[in-house]
């Protein structure tokens, strides 16, 4: 009798402590549905001001976006260029994506393995203003199969860590240079009309339209190349920018003028030896690129038209 209570008491224990685990496992599941965010970010783009990013590929050194005037400009070690005009936009929109699939940790004992602490991670700020309405911590990103890459975030100042779909950290973990404006040349050929190549010494000329036909000092050009050449250089992108400005006078110059209240084009360049050749557009003031080979596409010379 004495083993058959004791079995008895055992039974109930087990069950007891069972009942138990499922409790405590229903709890923390419940805690984890409360805690599991629908959207981690969650904006409209048109509303913000500016974007602090801090990548971790710079070393957390803040890069800036911010809107001037009508523009957008990035800010990087006390300078300030022209950025690209769709990338705020762009940065806003992959946030709003973001959308957490699960929760892999809820707590800092893990932070590192997904490289969300602030040293690992590319923090990113968004402001409406000077308030500050989205702050976020990008970490790693893992591929699986099939295709399947996650990235890890955490929102500053919560212990959980999500895991999203996609490479987020690709957008957001960059140098300054890669959120510049990289626009060298945008027009509409159509509306162009004249040329002009000044060049050093007596190799300047001027390629001019009559009527539907192109001509160099009123002797027809070479049609096939006039097309080729608007074909290589009317919508034009650059990203080798010069580290700092010239300081000599300009060598080469070309100026695309045109109707319909078209604004002319300038291209200005400055030699300094073969391997750096510094170019500025006009539509794209401050922004300098250093390219020997973009020169060689844009400055061309008059015998590349010539029949």
Same mark, same amino acid.
């Given at each position: 009798?004495?083993?058959?209570?004791?079995?008895?008491?055992?039974?109930?224990?087990?069950?007891?402590?069972?009942?138990?685990?499922?409790?405590?496992?229903?709890?923390?599941?419940?805690?984890?549905?409360?805690?599991?965010?629908?959207?981690?970010?969650?904006?409209?783009?048109?509303?913000?001001?500016?974007?602090?990013?801090?990548?971790?590929?710079?070393?957390?050194?803040?890069?800036?976006?911010?809107?001037?005037?009508?523009?957008?400009?990035?800010?990087?070690?006390?300078?300030?260029?022209?950025?690209?005009?769709?990338?705020?936009?762009?940065?806003? $929109?992959?946030?709003?994506?973001?959308?957490? /699939?699960?929760?892999?940790?809820?707590?800092?004992?893990?932070?590192?393995?997904?490289?969300?602490?602030?040293?690992?991670?590319?923090?990113?700020?968004?402001?409406?203003?000077?308030?500050?309405?989205?702050?976020?911590?990008?970490?790693?990103?893992?591929?699986?199969?099939?295709?399947?890459?996650?990235?890890?975030?955490?929102?500053?100042?919560?212990?959980?860590?999500?895991?999203?779909?996609?490479?987020?950290?690709?957008?957001?973990?960059?140098?300054?240079?890669?959120?510049?404006?990289?626009?060298?040349?945008?027009? $509409?050929?159509?509306?162009? *009309? *004249?040329?002009?190549?000044?060049?050093?010494?007596?190799?300047s000329f001027m390629l001019g339209k009559s009527d539907s036909s192109w001509?160099? /000092?009123?002797?027809?050009?070479?049609?096939?190349?006039?097309? $080729?050449?608007?074909?290589?250089?009317?919508?034009?992108?650059?990203?080798?920018?010069?580290?700092?400005?010239?300081?000599?006078?300009?060598?080469?110059?070309?100026?695309?003028?045109?109707? $319909?209240?078209? /604004?002319?084009?300038?291209?200005?360049?400055?030699?300094?030896?073969?391997?750096?050749?510094?170019?500025?557009?006009?539509?794209?003031?401050?922004?300098?690129?250093?390219?020997?080979?973009?020169?060689?596409?844009?400055?061309?010379?008059?015998?590349?038209?010539?029949?």
């Amino acid at each position: 009798m004495y083993r058959k209570a004791n079995i008895k008491q055992l039974t109930v224990i087990f069950f007891s402590v069972l009942i138990l685990v499922v409790l405590v496992e229903w709890i923390d599941s419940r805690k984890g549905n409360r805690t599991f965010k629908k959207d981690l970010v969650k904006v409209e783009s048109g509303e913000i001001s500016a974007i602090e990013i801090y990548p971790r590929v710079v070393h957390g050194e803040r890069i800036r976006l911010f809107r001037e005037n009508d523009l957008w400009m990035v800010e990087s070690g006390g300078e300030k260029f022209k950025a690209d005009r769709t990338i705020a936009s762009s940065l806003v $929109n992959d946030l709003n994506q973001a959308t957490p /699939e699960n929760v892999v940790a809820i707590g800092k004992d893990r932070w590192d393995s997904y490289e969300v602490t602030d040293s690992l991670g590319t923090r990113v700020k968004l402001f409406k203003g000077e308030d500050v309405v989205a702050d976020l911590i990008i970490g790693k990103f893992n591929f699986s199969q099939p295709r399947k890459m996650t990235s890890y975030i955490r929102l500053a100042g919560e212990k959980e860590v999500y895991g999203v779909n996609g490479m987020l950290g690709m957008s957001f973990n960059r140098n300054s240079n890669t959120f510049r404006d990289k626009t060298v040349i945008s027009s $509409n050929t159509t509306d162009w *009309r *004249r040329l002009i190549f000044n060049y050093p010494a007596d190799s300047s000329f001027m390629l001019g339209k009559s009527d539907s036909s192109w001509t160099i /000092e009123n002797q027809p050009a070479d049609s096939t190349e006039v097309v $080729n050449y608007f074909n290589a250089i009317r919508n034009l992108t650059d990203s080798r920018f010069a580290e700092m400005k010239p300081e000599i006078s300009a060598s080469h110059q070309l100026r695309i003028e045109g109707d $319909n209240q078209m /604004e002319p084009v300038e291209i200005t360049g400055f030699y300094l030896d073969e391997d750096n050749f510094i170019l500025e557009s006009n539509q794209n003031r401050g922004n300098f690129f250093n390219s020997p080979d973009l020169a060689k596409k844009i400055f061309v010379p008059r015998s590349k038209f010539i029949k």
